[in-house]
């Protein structure tokens, strides 16, 4: 398998463009997990689905966010408008819940930059 | 609430052992967790341990659990440079989500 895919890798925008974020977890895993890491707040768990289903967007920041699971195999996290504290690398991951210990498969990220 | 916290940085040289602390409020925790993050990357687990052990070895691994105090730690022996990284300690309690704590960047110099 490929491991968790995110696209694109690198996004820079203007502010109050509309970004989308993409992720296509590993085949075979229900739950996915999108987080957002900055140097000033570490790393924050924005929301999770399992079978396709939101369970918890506590973490997600405010409207502007929206997170999309239509099928097992992708997932949207979108930012409209985005603005400059929008700024971060922004990480899916996948995993099998299996009711045991949980091995969550990260992508490598997406950088994003609003200016 | 959950909170898992870390010292932020940690610097040792080429070939000593080093020791990486979390601490953890949520004592109903079933698995704790050490990932591993390298420079450009996303967190790959490292390794685990039950809330029921009090010690896990793998390799240049040792992990020890305190569950009295709630303190958990990373050792890694014969450190070498390509340790160099950011390690995150995480809790679970009978559900997929994991709480992280705020990663100890750690240093490995010649």
């Known amino acids: 398998d490929a491991g968790v895919i995110q696209s694109p890798r690198h996004e820079v925008t203007e502010m109050g463009q509309e970004v989308t974020l993409r992720c296509k977890p590993i085949?075979?895993?229900?739950?996915l997990f999108w987080y957002r890491q900055t140097m000033m707040r570490g790393l924050e768990l924005l929301i999770y689905f399992n079978n396709n289903v939101p369970i918890d967007d506590s973490g997600m920041p405010e409207d502007r966010f929206s997170a999309k699971m239509p099928n097992a195999s992708f997932s949207t996290l979108k930012i409209q408008p985005s603005e400059p504290r929008d700024s971060a690398v922004y990480f899916c991951?996948?995993?099998?819940?299996?009711?045991?210990?949980?091995?969550?498969?990260f992508g490598p990220g997406t950088r994003l930059t609003v200016l | 609430g959950e909170d898992v916290e870390q010292s932020l940085f940690l610097s040792v040289r080429e070939g000593d052992s080093s020791v990486i602390n979390c601490t953890y409020t949520d004592s109903s925790s079933t698995y704790l967790y050490w990932y591993k993050q390298e420079p450009g990357a996303g967190l790959q687990l490292l390794t685990y341990?039950?809330?029921?052990?009090d010690m896990k070895q793998d390799q240049r691994l040792t992990v020890l659990l305190n569950k009295k105090d709630k303190h958990l730690s990373l050792r890694i022996a014969d450190t070498q440079t390509g340790d160099s990284a950011i390690y995150f300690c995480?809790?679970?309690?009978?559900?997929?989500?994991?709480?992280f704590g705020t990663g100890t960047r750690l240093q490995v110099f010649p």
């Open positions: 991951a996948s995993d099998q819940s299996s009711g045991a210990y949980n091995e969550q498969f």
């Open positions: 995480a809790e679970s309690y009978n559900t997929d989500k994991l709480i």
């Open positions: 085949s075979g895993h229900n739950s």
């Open positions: 341990i039950f809330s029921n052990m």
